[in-house]
C-alpha cells in the first residue's frame, strides 16, 4: 500500500487570533506584546510533533479588498478591527514561520479559507 504524504495547510490568522485571546497580558521587557507570538509557536510546535507533516504551509489572509467585499460592501462590515496588539505582532509571527521553515503564502484579493480549500482540493 502506497502511504500518502500529510499535508499540513494551515490558516495563519485563524491561528494569530486565538493565540491572541487565549493568552494575555504576555509583553518582553520594553513592553512589546508577544503573547500571540508566543502562542502562534507553542499551537505550531505542538501540532508539527503530534501530526508530523511531509507537507506544511502557512497561508494567510490578504490585506486587499477580496471578491466577496466588492460584490457586497457590507461583508463583514461588524466585524471589529483586528486589535493593533496583534497587528502589531504579525511580522514576528511570520519570522517564526521562517525560522521554522514553514512556507507562507498570501494570495492578493483572497482569504486565507478560499486558498486553503483550493490547495486542499488540488492536493487530493
Known amino acids: 500500500m502506497i502511504k500518502k504524504p500529510m499535508i499540513m495547510i494551515v490558516d495563519a490568522m485563524s491561528q494569530a487570533y486565538r493565540a491572541f485571546f487565549a493568552i494575555r497580558g504576555l509583553t518582553n ?32 489572509d490578504s490585506s486587499e479588498p477580496t471578491p466577496r467585499h466588492i460584490r457586497y460592501p457590507e461583508y463583514k462590515a461588524t ?26 503564502l498570501e494570495v492578493p484579493g483572497q482569504e486565507a479559507d478560499d486558498v486553503i480549500g483550493t490547495l486542499a482540493r488540488r492536493a487530493v
Open 29 to 60: 521587557a520594553q513592553g512589546v506584546p508577544t503573547n500571540a507570538t508566543y502562542g502562534f509557536t507553542l499551537m505550531l510546535n505542538r501540532v508539527v510533533e503530534k501530526f508530523p507533516p511531509d507537507y506544511i504551509a502557512m497561508v494567510f
Open 79 to 104: 466585524r471589529e478591527r483586528m486589535p493593533l496588539d496583534l497587528s502589531d505582532q504579525l511580522p514576528y509571527i511570520r519570522q517564526v514561520c521562517t525560522a521554522m521553515n514553514v512556507p507562507m
